[in-house]
């Protein structure tokens, strides 16, 4: 059977990951799991940014903590490739809550509430291939 289902994935390691120095933790895991770094840059967002990325939450009532929040200091943000890298790195990254992510998962074995405005997540993952081809122009045009 031939399989080329070869993706891109934006993957952000946002900024209580970046503080808590767990990005190298991540990477290291991304590449564990046979992933390919094809971008990586620390870099501060901005709010025309993150209007764009997270489009789809304007109006939740999270939505403004979660902009204060990805501003609040820089993300390394990053594409990498594989095949099914998409489910892939959201199998690795665990369900959104971290107090009840699975263990084993980013999310699960490193992050917990912290009893703040906004779920602080440590990473964010594409989680279609239509959203990492749009999440990929926002961060890195061109590429
Ligand atoms: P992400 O987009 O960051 O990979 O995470 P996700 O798909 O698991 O979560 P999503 O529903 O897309 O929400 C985006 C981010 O918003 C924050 N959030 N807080 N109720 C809350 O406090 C709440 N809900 C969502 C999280 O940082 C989440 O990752
Ligand atoms: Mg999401």
Redesign the pocket.
């Known amino acids: 059977m031939v399989r080329t289902m070869t993706q891109r994935s934006l993957v952000l390691v946002k900024p209580d990951g970046v503080r808590r120095g767990l990005t190298g933790e991540v990477i290291r895991r991304i590449e564990a799991k046979g992933y390919t770094l094809v971008a990586l840059e620390l870099r501060t967002a901005t709010r025309e940014i993150l209007a764009q990325h997270y489009a789809e939450?304007e109006g939740k009532p999270?939505y403004e903590p979660?902009v204060e929040f990805m501003l609040s200091g820089p993300v390394a943000a990053m594409v990498i490739e594989g095949e099914r890298v998409i489910e892939g790195f959201r199998s690795l990254?665990g369900a959104?809550d971290p107090t009840t992510a699975a263990p084993g998962t980013i999310r699960g074995d490193l992050g917990r509430d912290w009893g703040l405005a906004?779920?602080q997540?440590i990473?964010?993952?594409s989680?279609a291939p239509e959203s990492a081809e749009r999440e990929i122009g926002i961060w890195f045009p061109g590429l």
Request: hydrophobic residues 35%.
């Open positions: 939450h999270f979660l990254g959104t906004v779920q997540n990473v964010h993952g989680d």
